[in-house]
């Protein structure tokens, strides 16, 4: 329905902007700066231009008289994006963003608001004042006067003051945290009431995938791991969870810190144990610290336990969830080293491929699937391939030799030697200007982690009763995009 939404300052300044499903570009925020409100003659609340219709209003007068505009590009209700607009200004208004200074600080709330109120297809989901502000995790603070305005009439402060009370910011929503009697289930939205299981079980999938780019001399060019934590939890009642990571902020602080904190003797207990766990399963060079980047969590963890103590901590939906993406580029444990030497055979319209692939993670465990594709120059008709070990084959659809191994075991090497069979075409000119793509490694590792990310404890508790349940822990490392220039 909506495709995207634009908030200007009264100047023309773009401030806030979300664009829906990919189909409008981030250039079509200029067209409205230049078409509507660089344009004194412009009077009407919707504007048509080619494909695209733009519906926009003006904050209310105690505001700093923003642009609130929603393009869209379909035949929609403009009666129905009109009332949204209008409740996304009352919610602008509840947090103090309706001024251009107060709004640039705060950005951010603008799109969980968004998230929230319109969901990821642009179609209004909830604008009810009360249900959208329980599902944020930045609550407003609430006026201390009597006399204040409702959120749809967009006033804070007293009628008879002339500045308007700006509030501040409460801590985030920890709902997922708490169960004082101040909560009840309906603050867990995304969870049901009255769960029961025969069998209590939660199983914490830490995936990631590692993306390496390596030049001819070994150097590498870059190098990034984009992970997730993915929760499959089939738990009864209300239970709260929560684990640690060993993040370089996490291990300022040791884990008695944290059993104080935790208060149940129990539960420290069995941190030890999955601390212990991860580590006799994992490298010791995956038990480092490492450096967080870009973490993204789902609504049912607590953030501000997250920034003040490094904790994660939840009330787990039913099912499978993505409970968090992370991105880490300091201090990588690369999987396999790969060798190429590549050099022109002595007829000079051949290659010969000598190259070596070493894994790196420990012995005790093994890799799957590990296919390396090494490109062969156009022309090639066969090639006279040898390896150590696996299986490889010519393969003339992909215009490349494909080296296939169904497990590898770690701290091994194997090798390949091989010279291509070039057409009559081939000669020593078109070698040269070959672009050499690079060779590309795909893979997958169980119970290896390639940021070196741990998960140094995980509890779960339900209130002041012992919550019995099995608890699993399995990383899995894939390749992303795992190339080596020769």
């Given at each position: 329905m909506i495709n995207g939404i634009l908030i200007y300052s009264p100047r023309g300044e773009l401030i806030v902007s979300k664009l829906f499903k990919g189909t409008l570009k981030r250039s079509i925020a200029d067209i409205f700066r230049i078409q509507v409100i660089n344009n004194l003659d412009v009077r009407s609340p919707i504007l048509t231009l080619g494909s695209t219709t733009f519906h926009h209003i003006r904050s209310s007068k105690d505001s700093d008289n923003l642009w609130l505009v929603a393009a869209t590009r379909n035949?929609?209700?403009?009666?129905?994006?009109?009332?949204?607009?209008?409740?996304?200004?009352?919610?602008?208004?509840?947090?103090?963003?309706?001024?251009?200074?107060?709004?640039?600080?705060?950005?951010?709330?603008?799109?969980?608001?968004?998230?929230?109120?319109?969901?990821?297809?642009?179609?209004?989901?909830?604008?009810?004042?009360?249900?959208?502000?329980?599902?944020?995790?930045?609550?407003?603070?609430?006026?201390?006067?009597?006399?204040?305005?409702?959120?749809?009439?967009g006033h804070l402060g007293s009628k008879g003051n002339n500045e308007i009370s700006m509030p501040k910011f409460l801590k985030r929503n920890d709902s997922s945290q708490s169960h004082d009697s101040n909560f009840?289930?309906?603050?867990?939205?995304?969870?049901?009431?009255?769960?029961?299981?025969?069998?209590?079980?939660?199983?914490?999938?830490?995936?990631?995938?590692?993306n390496i780019l390596v030049a001819k001399d070994g150097s590498i060019l870059k190098a990034y791991v984009d992970g997730s934590i993915d929760l499959q939890t089939r738990l009864s009642g209300t239970p709260v969870c929560q684990f640690g990571?060993?993040?370089?902020?996490?291990?300022?602080?040791n884990d008695s810190e944290y059993s104080s904190r935790n208060g149940r003797t129990g539960n420290n207990k069995s941190s030890m144990l999955?601390?212990?766990?991860?580590?006799?399963?994992?490298?010791?060079?995956?038990?480092?610290?490492?450096?967080?980047e870009d973490c993204k969590f789902h609504q049912c963890v607590s953030l501000?336990?997250?920034?003040?103590?490094?904790?994660?901590?939840?009330?787990?939906?039913?099912?499978?969830?993505?409970l968090m993406k992370y991105h880490i580029r300091n201090n990588l444990n690369l999987p396999f080293k790969i060798t190429p030497i590549v050099t022109n055979s002595v007829t000079g319209d051949a290659l010969d491929y000598r190259i070596a692939l070493k894994s790196l993670f420990p012995g005790r465990l093994s890799a799957k699937g590990v296919v390396l594709h090494i490109p062969v120059p156009p022309g090639v008709m066969d090639c006279n391939i040898s390896v150590s070990n696996g299986t490889c084959k010519f393969v003339p659809a992909e215009n490349a030799m494909v080296w296939k191994f169904n497990k590898y075991?770690?701290?091994?090497?194997?090798?390949?030697?091989?010279?291509?069979?070039?057409?009559?075409?081939v000669n020593q000119t078109t070698l040269q200007q070959w672009a050499r793509p690079p060779m590309s490694l795909d893979f997958e590792i169980l119970m290896f982690s390639n940021s070196g990310l741990v998960v140094r404890y995980f509890t779960i508790s339900e209130g002041h009763q012992n919550y019995k349940a099995v608890k699993w822990i399995k990383y899995v490392s894939?390749?992303?995009?795992?190339?080596?220039?020769f």
């Open positions: 035949n929609a209700n403009s009666a129905a994006i009109w009332e949204f607009l209008y409740k996304l200004d009352s919610m602008l208004i509840e947090y103090g963003l309706n001024k251009e200074e107060y709004l640039k600080e705060e950005f951010m709330i603008v799109h969980e608001l968004l998230d929230v109120m319109l969901g990821s297809c642009g179609i209004p989901l909830e604008t009810e004042p009360s249900k959208v502000i329980a599902k944020m995790s930045v609550k407003p603070a609430k006026l201390h006067h009597n006399n204040t305005s409702s959120l749809l009439d009840s289930f309906n603050d867990f939205s995304w969870r049901p009431k009255d769960i029961k299981h025969k069998k209590n079980e939660v199983i914490l999938h830490v995936n990631e995938k590692i990571l060993n993040d370089s902020l996490t291990l300022g602080s999955d601390s212990n766990l991860s580590n006799k399963v994992l490298s010791k060079a995956s038990v480092g610290n490492v450096i967080l501000d336990k997250f920034d003040r103590e490094r904790i994660i901590k939840f009330v787990p939906p039913d099912g499978s969830v993505e075991n770690g701290l091994t090497e194997n090798t390949l030697s091989a010279v291509t069979v070039p057409s009559k075409e894939k390749s992303g995009s795992y190339e080596v220039r």
